[in-house]
T-cell receptor
Framework: NAGVTQTPKFQVLKTGQSMTLQCAQD?????MYWYRQDPGMGLRLIYY???????DKGEVPNGYNVSRLNKREFSLRLESAAPSQTSVYFC????????????FGPGTRLTVT | GENVEQHPSTLSVQEGDSAVIKCTYS??????FPWYKQELGKRPQLIID?????GEKKDQRIAVTLNKTAKHFSLHITETQPEDSAVYFC?????????????FGKGTHLIIQP
């Protein structure tokens, strides 16, 4: 099992450009999450999908959209990137047996200039 | 919403000594408290967790204690080793029941001095 995978690993965008971060899991988990990590700020929840077909806002959703494409895939879209969105983005997933236990992907390091 | 405070932000201990990291939370309905370890450039990895119906849990050199009345929980690492050097994050579940994400503390950079 690959666990949680994310693409790309690194990305540089100019202000105003758009892009989609991809996340997939092969653990048959129901719930998926997007977090951002900034120095000294810990991890903050952007959006989550408790189950296929549902998505909800987390602590810092402004400037982002998400799509739960199917049970395996959960994408994060930046429609018009801003320098404040420079961050490391982590996707995570959890299963119904242990819904709190989250497994993280390797992260995407995004720089917006 | 939930708010998690974590202290200290940096902790330096001699190899072989113990390390203690403390967290407080605000939402009395939170009932799950995990600890993650993150090495430089890597993903966070779950090292231990505790539920609100348990006061203490131990796994080899690491242990977590929970005081629900005071709304605080702590990570204890004994006999520290160089490979324990990392950033440690505490977290608490949202009141919604687990599938709606975690609220993290801001992290503690643990440095093990040889």
């Amino acid at each position: 099992n690959a666990g949680v995978t994310q693409t790309p690993k690194f990305q540089v965008l100019k202000t105003g450009q758009s892009m989609t971060l991809q996340c997939a899991q092969d653990m048959n988990h129901n719930s998926m999450y997007w977090y951002r990590q900034d120095p000294g700020m810990g991890l903050r929840l952007i959006y989550y999908s408790a189950s296929e077909g549902t998505t909800d806002k987390g602590e810092v959703p402004n400037g982002y959209n998400v799509s739960r494409l199917n049970k395996r895939e959960f994408s994060l879209r930046l429609e018009s990137a801003a320098p404040s969105q420079t961050s490391v983005y982590f996707c995570a997933s959890s299963g119904w047996q242990r819904p709190y236990e989250q497994y993280f992907g390797p992260g995407t390091r995004l720089t917006v200039t | 919403g939930e708010n998690v405070e974590q202290h200290p932000s940096t902790l330096s201990v001699q190899e072989g000594d113990s390390a203690v990291i403390k967290c407080t939370y605000s939402d009395s309905a939170s009932n799950y408290f995990p600890w993650y370890k993150q090495e430089l450039g890597k993903r966070p990895q779950l090292i231990i967790d505790i539920r609100s119906n348990v006061g203490e849990k131990k796994d080899q050199r690491i242990a977590v204690t929970l005081n629900k009345t005071a709304k605080h929980f702590s990570l204890h690492i004994t006999e520290t080793q160089p490979e324990d050097s990392a950033v440690y994050f505490c977290a608490a579940s949202s009141a919604g029941g687990g599938a709606d994400g975690l609220t993290f503390g801001k992290g503690t950079h643990l440095i093990i001095q040889p």
